[in-house]
């Protein structure tokens, strides 16, 4: 199984990637713009493999990760090549921002393609907020219980030891339902055991605790539903696209909100949110989704595919969004940005980038043996 999930990682990161880049290359074939290099994944170089008509070189390279395309004139300080016919930087304005964009067009066209294609033969729906969970439990397509959600666990705390953290479930105590979190008074009484059984991950436990003397547990703890079954929805072909289309959409802006998130919590606290992965979790959940079957890996492609696209127009150095900022930037002061300084802000943000994943990336490393 391990041999399939790295299998699956490298062909899903890979497939989402080139779609992508795909994106720019024929919006680039469109316009005219020389595309000097399709590359099947990252630099080194391992192989040129065919060179076609127009001049594009087809490699192999020895990152086995996505892709990359290469256009002639899209960096460089030449004022031959910035003139030339063929070169990215001689095109209009709204014909470079096509290209620019044509690679997170082409992540959210993936993305409603399989969705469609899952509501077309039957998939389990997008399940992210807890209104989702709410509204499903309504519809009677997942079944749920009541559970006590652990947010955080302080200091004094009964659960000093480690025996219950952030992030786990309380669904019975005593050996029986648990209530609403505003009534755990009329069950928790000062200095009195009781016995709370546990859900951490997947594994099950009862915590035997002792309230404190005013019949606290020290826990921030809030009452949510907890998802048991979930059942798969289908769609005929006349509402399948229209119900991804209005997903795609849905999904992109929680993604947008997330994002956000992400960006306050690094900055302000230093730390990774719960839930954002880097290469090393996303290889992890690859796995989870691979047992999961075929159908589960369709939705991780799709989820996957509208988050590089969102993150890709971010207003950030290096990023698509970042290169279309300076496209907006020349149609307000109606004179091209400097290409010197173009280029070196876009190296600085690239250089930023990579220091975010790697952040990322060893926090997926000590989640690994939390």
């Known amino acids: 199984m391990i041999l399939v999930t790295i299998i699956a990682f490298i062909v899903i990161f890979s497939l989402l990637v080139l779609v992508h880049e795909f994106g720019h290359f024929i919006a680039a074939r469109k316009f005219g713009v020389k595309v000097e290099e399709f590359g099947l994944g990252l630099p080194p170089l391992a192989k040129k493999i065919f060179k ?14 996505g892709g990359f395309v290469r256009l002639f004139g899209e960096d460089t300080f030449d004022p031959k090549v910035l003139k030339d016919k063929q070169s990215f930087a001689s095109k ?19 993305a409603w393609v399989l969705i469609t294609f899952g509501f077309l033969v039957g998939m389990k729906p997008f399940l992210v907020t807890a209104e989702d969970v709410q509204m499903a439990q309504e519809q009677g397509i997942v079944d749920t219980r009541q559970v006590l959600y652990i947010h955080e666990v302080m200091p004094e705390s009964v659960f000093e030891d480690g025996s219950i953290v952030a992030g786990d479930y309380v669904i019975k105590i005593n050996n ?3 209530p609403e979190a505003g009534a755990l008074s009329t069950i928790l009484k000062p200095n009195t055991p009781a016995d709370l059984t ?16 005013d019949g606290k547990l020290g826990v921030m703890i809030s009452t949510e539903l907890k998802v048991e079954k979930v059942y798969p929805v289908k769609y005929p072909i006349h509402q399948a696209p229209v119900k991804a289309l209005y ?15 992400v960006i306050v919590s690094i900055v302000a606290k230093f730390t990774v949110p719960a839930g954002v992965a880097g290469p090393v979790g996303i290889a992890k959940m690859t796995h989870t989704f691979v047992q999961q079957g075929f159908m589960a890996v369709i939705q991780f ?19 698509d969004g970042g290169r279309f900022l300076f496209i907006i930037f020349e149609l307000v002061s109606r004179r091209k940005p400097n290409a010197k300084m173009e280029s070196i802000i876009h190296t600085a943000g690239f250089g930023l980038l990579m220091l975010l994943i790697l952040f990322i990336t060893w926090n997926d490393i000590v989640n690994l043996f939390v």
């Open 247 to 261: 997903e795609v959409g849905r999904l992109s802006v929680l993604t947008v909100e997330m994002l956000g998130q």
């Open 176 to 178: 029986e339902l648990v």
């Open 92 to 110: 209009t304005i709204l014909q470079r921002t096509i290209i620019i964009l044509g690679g997170v067009f082409m992540n959210f066209v993936l």
């Open 198 to 213: 546990v859900m951490h991950g997947e594994e099950e436990s009862v915590v035997n605790v002792v309230p404190n003397d």
């Open 52 to 65: 076609d008509k127009k001049g594009t070189w087809f490699t192999l390279n020895w990152i086995p990760f």
């Open 301 to 319: 492609m799709a989820l996957i595919s509208i988050s590089l696209g969102v993150i890709n127009v971010m207003p950030f150095p290096a990023l």
